[in-house]
T-cell receptor
Framework: KNEVEQSPQNLTAQEGEFITINCSYS?????LHWLQQHPGGGIVSLFM???GKKKHGRLIATINIQEKHSSLHITASHPRDSAVYIC????????????FGEGTQLTVNP | DGGITQSPKYLFRKEGQNVTLSCEQN?????MYWYRQDPGQGLRLIYY???????QKGDIAEGYSVSREKKESFPLTVTSAQKNPTAFYLC???????????????FGDGTRLSIL
C-alpha cells in the first residue's frame, strides 16, 4: 500500500462543476503539498498546509490531521484547470524529502 | 525572473551511452532534488543535495550519478548501468535556511529522456 493515496485517479467534469480530489496518507507528516502538473510536464506548487484550510482564487485545500486526509476543491471549474493534481507529504522523519501520490488526471470539458 | 531551468526538454540516448541532464536555478536555494516520473506512478526521488559539495542517494539512485560543485547547478548523469532510463525527469529546489520553516519545492519543466 502506498503511503500517499489519491482518489480518483481520473476525473472528467463539465465546465462550472465543483470538483473534489482526495488524498489520504499513512505516515506522520510535517506538511502536505498540493501540486499541479501541466500537460507539458512542468509542476507548480499550489498549496502547502499543516492544518486547517487555505484558499487561493477558486482553489481550496483542507487537511484533517487526525484523520490523515486532505482534499483539494476547485469551484466553478474551467477547461484551463485540466491538469494532473498531485498530493505530496513532507514526512516528519525525512526532513525536506517529499513522498508523492500517483496524481489525479482532471479533464474539464467546455 | 527567478526559476529553475532544465535542458534539454527532449533527449535521446543510444544504448550503452551516458547522458547528462542539466538543472540550473537562480533562486539562491540551498537544496536541490532530482525526481523520475513514470506513467501511472508518483514521482520518485533519485538524488538530493542539501548544500554545495554534498549529496545523498534517494530511493532509486542505482544507475545515476550527480555532482553539486556550484550552488546553482545540480546535473544528473544517467549512466549505461541504468537499465530502464526512458522516463520524465524533474529537477526541484528549495530554500533550507533556518527560521524559514517548511517551504515548498520549486520545480523545473522537466526533461523527457528516450532510448533510441
Amino acid at each position: 500500500k502506498n503511503e500517499v493515496e489519491q482518489s480518483p485517479q481520473n476525473l472528467t467534469a463539465q465546465e462550472g462543476e465543483f470538483i473534489t480530489i482526495n488524498c489520504s496518507y499513512s505516515v506522520g507528516i510535517s506538511a502536505l503539498h498540493w501540486l499541479q502538473q501541466h500537460p507539458g510536464g512542468g509542476i507548480v506548487s499550489l498549496f502547502m498546509l499543516s492544518s486547517g484550510k487555505k484558499k487561493h482564487g477558486r482553489l481550496i485545500a483542507t487537511i484533517n490531521i487526525q484523520e490523515k486526509h486532505s482534499s483539494l476543491h476547485i469551484t466553478a471549474s474551467h477547461p484551463r484547470d485540466s491538469a494532473v493534481y498531485i498530493c505530496a507529504v513532507s514526512r516528519e522523519t525525512s526532513g525536506s524529502r517529499l513522498t508523492f501520490g500517483e496524481g489525479t488526471q482532471l479533464t474539464v470539458n467546455p | 525572473d527567478g526559476g529553475i531551468t532544465q535542458s534539454p526538454k527532449y533527449l535521446f540516448r543510444k544504448e550503452g551511452q551516458n547522458v547528462t541532464l542539466s538543472c540550473e536555478q537562480n533562486l539562491n536555494h540551498d537544496a536541490m532534488y532530482w525526481y523520475r516520473q513514470d506513467p501511472g506512478q508518483g514521482l520518485r526521488l533519485i538524488y538530493y543535495s542539501q548544500i554545495v559539495n554534498d549529496f545523498q542517494k534517494g530511493d532509486i539512485a542505482e544507475g545515476y550519478s550527480v555532482s553539486r560543485e556550484k550552488k546553482e547547478s545540480f546535473p544528473l548523469t544517467v549512466t549505461s548501468a541504468q537499465k530502464n532510463p526512458t522516463a520524465f525527469y524533474l529537477c526541484a529546489s528549495k530554500t533550507s535556511r533556518r527560521g524559514q520553516g517548511n517551504q515548498p519545492q520549486h520545480f523545473g519543466d522537466g526533461t523527457r529522456l528516450s532510448i533510441l
